[in-house]
C-alpha cells in the first residue's frame, strides 16, 4: 500500500517529505490520538444535541416571541438545510486548508451562533442565526471525521469512530432529557446559552491539542461550479422532502423541485469530469465499498430516524408521558449505543466492517418489527427491549460505515468523504421522515373514517375529518374543553388505535428497508486506505 506524505511545517527549514509509516506518533499533548479524540468530541456533542434539544424547546419559543407553526417549523428546516447542504463543500475546505483550522472556526462560529440565538427578540433573528448554526456545524462534522483519519493508526480507528458515534447518539437521544429540563427549570434561552461554555471548552481543547493533518496532494484550488450546482441539487432534494408532507407527493411543486435536484445531480456529475480539481473526484465511486457505505448509512438513517419520529409521538401523546419521560425510557436505546459503539469498534478491527454491518442491519430489522408490534397498553419493560436491541443494531452501523467510506477515500479527500458520510444520514433521516411520514398519514386517513364510524361517533364534515387526521397522525385526539367526557375517552380511544395502526405499518416498512440494508452491508470491506492517516506528519 503506498502511504500518503506530508510536509511537517513546524519546522520551516526541513522541506523534505515524511512518510507517514515511519514518523514516529507524538508523545506529548499536542497531537495525541486519544486526546484529539476528546476535543472533536466536546465539539461534535454540540452540533449533536442541537439536533433534538431544540425540538423541545419551540413551544416556548413561538409562546415567547408570538410564532406562528409554520415559523417554528423554519427553526428545524433552517438549521437542517444548511447543514445538509453544505457538508461536502465544508468537507473540501478541511482538505483544503486543513481539518484543525476548519473545526476551529466551526466551533467558534456554532457557539457564537447559539448565544446571539439565546439573545435574538424576533423570531427572523432565531431563524437567521439557525441558518449560520447550521453552516458552522457543517464545518465541525467532516474535520472531526479527518482529524480522527489522520491522527489515529489504522489498528485503533474503529475504536476511535466507534467512541465518536457514541458521543453522537448520546448527544442526539439525550438532547429532550436536557432540553427538557432546560426548558422547564430555567429557559428557552438557557438550550442555545449552553453552547457557549461548551464551545470555549472546545476552543480551548483544540488550540492546545490539535495538530493540523494534510496531506501533500492536498487539493489547491476550489470548484466554484461544481460547488454552486451540489448545493443547489442539494437544496432542491431536501426542500422537496421537507415540504412534500404539506404539499403532498403528487402535488406539482413537489415534483418540480426532485426534478430540479435531479438535474442539478446530472449538471454536476458532467461538470466534474472535466474540471481539473473537482469537489469530488466521480473516481472515488468506483470503490464498491465505498459506495455501499454511503448507500447503507442511507438506508440506516431512513430506518432509525423516519421510525423513531413515530416513536416520540407514541411515548408523548398515547402513553401521556412527558418530554423528560419519554426521554429517559429512550435511555435504553442510548445506553446500548453508548456501549455498543466501542465494542463495535473492537468487532470491526478483527472481523472487519462486513459481518458486525450485517449483523447489525438485521438486529435493526428485527427491532423495528417489534415496535411495529406496540399497543396503547404495552409495558415500559417490553418497549426497552426493542429499544436496546434497536440501539445495539444501530451501533456496528455508525461506526462501520463510517470507517467504510472514510477508510476507502484517499487520505487527501478524507474531508469530502466525511461531509458524504454525514450528508448520507441527514439525508437518510429526512427521507425517512418524508417517506414514512407519507405511509403514516395514508393509513391514518385510510382508517379514520372507519374506525370513528364503528365506534358510533357523531359523523364529521369533510373539513373536520382532515383536522382530525392531522391531529392522529401524532397521536393526538381531536378533542375540545366542550366535548363530554364519555365521548372525549371514545374519540382518544380511535385516535390512539388509528395512531398505532399507521405508526405499526411505517415501522414495518423501516424493517423492510432494514433487511435491504443487510445485503448492502455484504458489498462493504475494510478501508484500502485506512493506514495512510496513521501518524501522519503534521503542520
Not at 461534535?44 to 442541537?50: E, G, N, P, R, S
Not at 403528487?250 to 480539481?277: I, K, Q
Not at 430516524?305 to 425510557?329: E, I, K, R, W
Request: charged residues 10%; glycine residues 12%.
Amino acid at each position: 500500500m503506498t502511504s500518503q506524505t506530508t510536509i511537517d511545517k513546524t519546522d520551516p527549514e526541513d522541506e523534505t517529505p515524511v512518510s507517514a509509516l515511519d514518523q514516529a506518533p507524538s508523545t506529548g499533548l499536542r497531537g495525541h490520538p486519544w486526546f484529539t479524540l476528546i476535543t472533536v468530541a466536546v465539539g461534535v456533542m454540540m452540533v449533536a444535541l442541537d439536533g433534538t434539544i431544540v425540538a423541545i424547546a419551540n413551544p416556548a419559543i413561538a409562546k415567547d416571541l408570538g410564532a406562528t407553526f409554520a415559523d417554528v417549523q423554519w427553526i428545524t428546516n433552517a438549521y437542517f438545510l444548511a447543514l445538509a447542504v453544505s457538508l461536502i463543500t465544508a468537507g473540501k475546505l478541511g482538505d483544503r486548508f486543513g481539518h484543525r483550522q476548519t473545526f476551529l472556526i466551526g466551533v467558534t462560529g456554532f457557539a457564537a451562533a447559539s448565544g446571539a440565538i439565546g439573545l435574538s427578540h424576533s423570531i427572523a433573528l432565531v431563524v437567521t442565526f439557525r441558518v449560520f448554526q447550521g453552516l458552522f456545524g457543517a464545518l465541525l462534522m467532516p474535520a472531526a471525521l479527518g482529524l480522527l483519519r489522520a491522527t489515529f493508526p489504522a489498528e485503533k480507528l474503529n475504536m476511535a469512530i466507534g467512541i465518536w458515534g457514541m458521543v453522537i447518539g448520546a448527544s442526539t437521544a439525550g438532547g429532550p432529557i436536557l432540553g427538557g429540563l432546560l426548558v422547564q427549570h430555567v429557559s428557552w434561552q438557557s438550550v442555545f446559552f449552553i453552547n457557549v461554555p461548551v464551545g470555549l471548552i472546545a476552543l480551548t481543547l483544540g488550540l492546545l491539542i490539535l495538530l493540523d493533518h494534510r496531506a501533500e496532494n492536498a487539493p489547491r484550488s476550489f470548484d466554484l461550479l461544481g460547488i454552486v450546482l451540489l448545493s443547489g441539487a442539494m437544496f432542491c432534494l431536501v426542500w422537496a422532502l421537507i415540504k412534500a408532507p404539506a404539499w403532498g407527493w403528487g402535488d406539482g411543486m413537489t415534483w418540480l423541485f426532485l426534478g430540479l435536484s435531479v438535474l442539478g445531480f446530472a449538471l454536476f456529475s458532467f461538470w466534474e469530469t472535466r474540471v481539473r480539481e473537482p469537489l469530488i473526484p466521480l473516481g472515488l465511486f468506483r470503490s464498491v465499498p465505498l459506495s455501499a457505505g454511503v448507500v447503507l448509512m442511507v438506508l440506516m438513517a431512513i430506518a432509525f430516524m423516519g421510525g423513531l419520529f413515530f416513536v416520540t409521538f407514541y411515548l408523548q401523546n398515547v402513553h401521556g408521558m412527558s418530554p423528560v419521560d419519554a426521554g429517559l425510557h429512550l435511555l435504553p436505546l442510548t445506553g446500548m449505543m453508548i456501549v455498543g459503539s466501542p465494542l463495535a469498534g473492537l468487532a470491526i478491527t478483527k472481523l472487519g466492517p462486513r459481518i458486525p454491518l450485517a449483523s447489525g442491519m438485521a438486529a435493526t430489522a428485527i427491532a423495528m418489527y417489534g415496535m411495529s408490534t406496540l399497543k396503547a397498553d404495552t409495558s415500559s419493560g417490553l418497549m426497552s427491549i426493542w429499544f436496546a436491541l434497536l440501539g445495539f443494531g444501530l451501533a456496528p452501523v455508525m461506526v462501520g460505515a463510517t470507517e467504510v467510506i472514510v477508510g476507502n477515500a484517499p487520505m487527501e479527500l478524507s474531508g469530502v468523504a466525511g461531509g458524504l458520510q454525514q450528508a448520507a444520514m441527514q439525508i437518510g433521516g429526512s427521507l425517512g421522515t418524508a417517506v414514512l411520514g407519507a405511509v403514516m398519514a395514508s393509513k391514518v386517513d385510510s382508517d379514520l373514517p372507519g374506525n370513528w364510524a364503528a365506534a358510533k361517533l357523531p359523523p364529521l364534515t369533510p373539513a373536520q375529518l382532515a383536522q382530525a387526521s392531522e391531529a392522529v397522525r401524532v397521536g393526538a385526539a381531536p378533542v375540545t374543553k366542550e366535548t363530554p367526557a364519555a365521548i372525549a375517552a371514545q374519540i382518544t380511544g380511535v385516535a390512539h388505535e388509528t395512531f398505532i395502526a399507521g405508526m405499526s405499518l411505517a415501522c414495518l416498512v423501516a424493517s423492510g428497508v432494514a433487511v435491504v440494508a443487510v445485503f448492502v452491508a455484504l458489498l462493504t470491506k475494510r478501508g484500502e486506505n485506512a493506514e495512510a492517516g496513521a501518524g501522519v506528519g503534521h503542520i
